[in-house]
């Protein structure tokens, strides 16, 4: 069992930064990844960005490459979106998961088996 608990969301106006982190409790093997999801009103959650444990290959969805950064520290079991350029379309409940997604799955939802609560980031314009 993998527990996993957000922190870092609020309110900021555009253009503004924000870092989200996810402290993870249980056991984090070396093959799972772990990944950034959000969901905005009305909407379909969807992948922001992925992060494979063991080795830190990251993936970020083409919405957020250049102004979003994944992270983790393997030694305190935490991961992080540092999240920059932050705008209007990015408000959303950002969720964190883990899971072991096969080989070009890491964007897939179904491939997570454990999520957080959800983080709820507001950006105004």
């Known amino acids: 069992q993998v527990q996993l608990v957000e922190s870092g969301g609020g309110l900021v106006q555009a253009g503004g930064s924000l870092r989200l982190s996810c402290a993870a409790s249980?056991?984090?093997?070396?093959?799972?990844?772990m990944g950034w999801f959000r969901q905005a009103p009305g909407k379909e959650r969807e992948f922001v960005a992925g992060?494979?444990?063991?080795?830190?290959?990251?993936f970020h969805a083409d919405s957020v490459k250049g102004r979003f950064t994944i992270s983790r520290d393997n030694a305190e079991n935490t991961m992080y979106l540092q999240m920059n350029s932050l705008k209007p379309e990015d408000t959303a409940v950002y969720y964190c998961?883990?899971?072991?997604?096969?080989?070009?799955?890491?964007?897939?939802?179904?491939?997570?088996?454990?999520w957080g609560q959800g983080t709820q980031v507001t950006v105004s314009s």
């Open positions: 992060i494979r444990w063991s080795t830190g290959s990251a």
């Open positions: 998961a883990a899971g072991t997604p096969s080989f070009g799955s890491i964007s897939s939802i179904g491939q997570y088996d454990y």
């Open positions: 249980g056991r984090i093997v070396s093959n799972y990844a």
